[in-house]
């Protein structure tokens, strides 16, 4: 490596700064195009899914291939953590071989600090439980793609407050002018510690962050509806009866009556029916398709800031966050 590695395992492991050019790269991958830049030309990026992945293992995959890094694939049961290694020896161990570690365990956090404990591998969070910081770092590039901006912009949450909805706060909160308003059901909602640091991030940058449990007195006008699948990637849900709690928060047609200007977002999977109905996710409205293409934009941004760091030659052009904020 010619740089020092860093690790994504939080959006909060990033600098205002850092946040912004990762954004800005990937808006430029994005309009770009190929040939792409050899930026990991000699490096060894692991790709290690305890979970299903068809989004994220593709575009940190493929990504990595683009730039020119070789890859070495692992799944579950692969590594000799099944058999009892512990994550800091298998840390040690794979930081001697790889540049990057990209993983996907759905289990807490913790673990993927302690992966990145003991060497000089940079590791990415490719979503834990708490956590999926490089989903909220593809919708940040989206949104600024679409819209030419972030700040400013109103979001509506609706659904459940998992990982997806941790990173987003996180992420969202630093940009002036921005609104979150989440709507999730009791018993359901964000982890209490993410929800307290983005409203002190929000108070903090003149954004805001608010959370209920009911559908009562959306706010018009938004520029964005939101909603992930409501059975998140390897978690179960104790009540038999939830659906019936998550019923209310259902994307449908009629939202686009108070904010007809809308477009949806949904990071997928989608199940038709349940979290959203077709004729949303299917309608005029819906960028989640397109959304989903700039997990490849986003993961090389996000591997080459590891991988490499910043230079002249992958510094964000004038018209980037970076001189807007």
């Not at 700064?17 to 830049?37: E, K, M, N, S």
């Not at 590039?141 to 979001?155: P, S, W």
């Amino acid at each position: 490596m010619t740089s020092p590695a860093r690790h994504l395992i939080s959006i909060s492991d990033l600098e205002d700064d850092d946040l912004r050019h990762i954004v800005a790269r990937g808006a430029q991958f994005a309009d770009g195009g190929q040939p792409y830049p050899q930026t990991l030309d000699g490096d060894v990026v692991g790709i290690y899914f305890k979970r299903s992945s068809t989004r994220t293992r593709t575009a940190f995959s493929s990504g990595s291939l683009r730039l020119g890094a070789r890859i070495v694939t692992y799944q579950n049961g692969d590594l000799q953590l099944a058999t009892g290694e512990t994550l800091e020896d298998t840390g040690d161990i794979l930081s001697r071989m790889l540049d990057v570690l990209v993983a996907r365990t759905a289990e807490p956090t913790a673990d993927l600090r302690a992966l990145a404990a003991r060497g000089s591998m940079a590791v990415v969070n490719a979503m834990s439980a708490e956590e999926h910081p490089t989903q909220a770092l593809t919708d940040l590039t989206a949104l600024q793609r679409h819209f030419g901006r972030i700040e400013g912009l109103r979001v509506l949450y609706l659904g459940e407050g998992n990982n997806t909805a941790s990173a987003l706060a996180l992420a969202l909160s630093r940009f002036p002018g921005t609104e979150l308003h989440l709507r999730t059901p009791a018993g359901y909602g964000l982890d209490a510690g993410y929800l307290a640091e983005a409203a002190k991030q929000a108070e903090a940058y003149g954004s805001v962050v608010t959370e209920r449990h009911d559908m009562d007195g959306l706010p018009e006008g938004v520029d964005v509806i939101y909603t992930t699948r409501w059975q998140t990637t390897g978690t179960t849900k104790p009540d038999p009866n939830w659906r019936e709690v998550f019923a209310p928060f259902q994307v449908r047609a009629e939202l686009w009556a108070s904010s007809p200007d809308a477009v949806f977002l949904h990071d997928l999977p989608a199940h038709r029916g349940e979290e959203v109905t077709a004729e949303v996710l299917d309608g005029p409205a819906s960028i989640a398709f397109w959304q989903a293409e700039h997990k490849l934009y986003s993961a090389m941004a996000v591997l080459e800031w590891c991988a490499r760091g910043r230079t002249a030659e992958t510094a964000a052009p004038d018209n980037s966050p970076e001189t807007q904020a």
